[in-house]
């Protein structure tokens, strides 16, 4: 593994012995040679599950790179998510707690005038 992927996970807060690498058979077109050649690369991420798996070229040392690559961009988009989700939440505190625009507060007492004088024209109940 090189230096940028091992960089990749540190940055990430993960070391690559949290990591399953196996070496299967592929599938699809290929006939003999896919079938006698162990060439694509499972990887797994066992604290979050995510899961990379590459058999794009016939080799499996450039497979294992792009597998390792893949794998990487997964955890990454997953921390990035997590970021945003929690961006998103705190916005959404912000917003809910923030205190009433001048605005808003006349247009408030405005629509509670009006409904008071709807209710007063009402009448009490049994007064007829």
Request: glycine letters at 8%; proline letters at 2%; charged letters at 35%.
């Given at each position: 593994?090189?230096?940028?992927i091992?960089?990749?996970?540190?940055a990430?807060?993960?070391?690559?012995?949290?990591?399953?690498?196996?070496?299967?058979?592929?599938?699809?077109?290929?006939?003999?040679?896919?079938?006698?050649?162990?060439?694509?690369?499972?990887l797994?991420?066992?604290?979050?599950?995510?899961?990379a798996?590459?058999?794009?070229?016939?080799?499996q040392?450039?497979?294992?790179?792009?597998?390792?690559?893949?794998?990487?961009?997964?955890?990454?988009e997953?921390?990035?998510?997590?970021?945003?989700l929690a961006?998103?939440?705190?916005?959404?505190d912000?917003?809910?707690?923030?205190?009433?625009s001048?605005?808003?507060?006349?247009?408030?007492?405005?629509?509670?005038?009006?409904?008071s004088t709807?209710?007063?024209?009402?009448?009490?109940?049994?007064?007829?």
């Amino acid at each position: 593994m090189n230096d940028q992927i091992e960089s990749r996970l540190a940055a990430l807060g993960t070391s690559s012995a949290d990591i399953d690498e196996r070496f299967i058979r592929g599938s699809g077109k290929g006939g003999q040679k896919i079938n006698k050649t162990s060439s694509c690369v499972w990887l797994r991420h066992r604290p979050t599950g995510v899961e990379a798996r590459c058999q794009r070229e016939r080799s499996q040392l450039t497979n294992r790179e792009l597998a390792w690559a893949d794998l990487c961009a997964k955890l990454e988009e997953r921390q990035r998510a997590a970021a945003a989700l929690a961006q998103h939440e705190r916005e959404k505190d912000r917003r809910r707690h923030r205190p009433k625009s001048r605005g808003q507060k006349l247009r408030m007492l405005a629509a509670k005038k009006h409904r008071s004088t709807i209710k007063a024209r009402r009448g009490r109940p049994g007064a007829e």
